[in-house]
């Protein structure tokens, strides 16, 4: 027999008085299970929150019954508050809105004023206008003469000279574009009437002026001038017979200046038996002239000189008693009074 199941038997036998006796003996305790355990856990904690969210409700509610009074007032102040201000805001916009209408208003009085204003001032720009277009046209009619007359000096001075009106040399060739003019309408007003005879005049007395370009109607030398002797008949000055003076003499000093009468090109440009060193230049139309006896020869055969550019100097060469220019024209070759194209000049302004 092992000990364990004599301690057993001997356990059992003396349980056996007892019970006889009457003496029970106490229940065996039962062992919780573990899930039991979790459970028991689990409601534990459910109570706890079940106790703390009752506790913090009744704080809350506690203390809602204390200041609602509190929260009431201050709602009620800030509702009027807001109220306020928006109808401060309401009050401050219309006063805004007044003042714009009012500057709308001022601006539209300023503006009809400026307007009334520049009326007036168109008024009197328009009266100021007429006597502006007025003083123009008088002096649109002024100038309209002026041109009339020069041109017709120059158309006169043209047919006593035998130069046809627009016989230009080569040399002096001018061109451009053909537009031709406007005529004048009968319902134009009389400044464009004016302007447009004008600008006619002008177009023919240019016409005029590039004609008279080629022909010798100004002085050989600047300033004023002597002339010792007149073209024509008269005694030689060295060799004392009758002879023709196909020219005028000018008296100057050795050295001075002698410039071309007229665009032309030059075609002869030396020494020339009684002429002494001379210049000839051809302007063209059968017109040409002769400058002799000068001390210097400026110039060369084939330049092209204009108005005014010095082609020699004055001197003495040749058939001569003393320093002086002897001054020709000739028209086709035939040597004709140079008096005759200077007195033109005169009458133009040219001399």
Known sequence: MSPSSGLKKASRRLRRPLRR????SRPRERVATPTKVKMAIRLSTAIRYALVVTVVWLIVTGTYFVFHNDVLARLIGEQAKLQT????????????????????????EQVEQRVNVLLQ???RMSLSLDAVEQKQLTTLTDLGERIDL??????????????GVGRVSAEAATGGPFIPAKPTLQDSSAFEAQLHRVNVGRAQMDQYGRTLVTVPVRKPVIGETEMTSPFGIRKH?????????????????????VEATATGKVTIARRQGGYGNMVEINHGNGLSTRFAHLSQISVKVGELVHIGDTVGKIGSTGLSTGPHLHYETRVNGEAVDPQKFLRAGSSLGYN
């Open 21 to 24: 006796a009457g003496v029970r």
């Open 85 to 108: 201000a928006y109808e401060d805001r309401i009050a401050g916009l219309r006063a805004q809105i007044e003042r714009i209408m009012r500057q709308k208003r001022l601006d539209q």
């Open 121 to 123: 001032q168109q008024a």
């Open 150 to 163: 020069r041109t017709r000096r120059m158309q006169n001075v043209l047919a006593d000279l035998g130069i």
């Open 237 to 257: 000055p060295i060799l004392k017979r009758r002879s023709v003076h196909t020219g005028i003499d000018l008296r100057g000093d050795i050295g001075e200046a």
